[in-house]
């Protein structure tokens, strides 16, 4: 049973460039987590998806961000003109409908921004 | 808003010694409590998720416990070795399947 899969691993983008973060669930998980990680601090909530919803995004900045969890295939953090603050670690978590289970992490995408 | 502290900070130890790291959060209403472990470079792992209804959890030489009326757990590691050495997350379940962390005890097993 794979676990939380993220691609890329490490992402290289200039100014101004878009990026695509891209999370894989485990299987039968229909949660859907985003955080954002800066090095020597904590993990930042961003936003929190079900299948086709978004349920939480009060930690996701208004403008440049987005992220969506369609039907099908992985759920997709987008971020559009990055600037050098955007660099960090992305991580993604998933958690399955079971009031019992626990949450899972993939091991993120590394952004840097040129 | 719920908040989690993780005291202290960094912690170092030597090789075989026994150790406590602490979580505490201030609404006692969660489902369940989880904590993780982190390596540099790396995704966080899960260790043990305890359920509001349970006292504590064991897997191997580790240990966690929760006092939820008091806003409390620990986990405790026996006979700690270098491997153990990361940072220790704990983070809280509540309704609306929102999870709030800790930021964390860095550790280090001294060989």
């Known amino acids: 049973n794979a676990g939380v899969m993220q691609n890329p691993r490490h992402l290289v983008r200039r100014r101004g460039q878009e990026a695509r973060l891209r999370c894989s669930p485990m299987?039968?998980?229909?949660?859907v987590y985003w955080y954002r990680q800066l090095p020597e601090e904590g993990l930042k909530f961003m936003v929190y998806?079900?299948?086709?919803?978004?349920?939480?995004e009060s930690g996701m900045p208004k403008e440049r961000f987005s992220a969506e969890f369609p039907k099908e295939g992985p759920s997709i953090l987008r971020i559009q003109q990055v600037v050098r603050g955007d660099s960090a670690a992305y991580f993604c978590?998933?958690?399955?409908?079971?009031?019992?289970?626990?949450?899972?992490f993939g091991n993120g995408t590394r952004l840097t921004v040129t | 808003k719920q908040e989690v502290t993780q005291i202290p900070a960094a912690l170092s130890v030597p090789e075989g010694e026994n150790l406590v790291l602490n979580c505490s959060f201030t609404?006692?209403?969660?489902?369940?409590l989880q904590w993780f472990r982190q390596d540099p470079g790396k995704g966080l792992t899960s260790l043990l998720l305890?359920?509001?209804?349970?006292r504590e959890q064991t897997s191997g030489r580790l240990n966690a416990s929760l006092d939820k009326s008091s806003g409390r757990s620990t986990l405790y590691i026996a006979a700690s070795q270098p491997g153990d050495s990361a940072t220790y997350l704990c983070?809280?379940?509540?309704?609306?399947?929102?999870?709030?962390f800790g930021t964390g005890t860095s550790l280090t097993v001294i060989p």
């Open positions: 978590a998933s958690f399955g409908t079971d009031g019992y289970s626990p949450l899972h």
């Open positions: 299987k039968g998980h229909s949660h």
């Open positions: 998806l079900q299948k086709e919803n978004i349920i939480d």
């Open positions: 609404d006692s209403a969660i489902y369940n």
């Open positions: 983070a809280v379940r509540q309704t609306g399947n929102q999870f709030y």
């Open positions: 305890i359920q509001s209804s349970q």
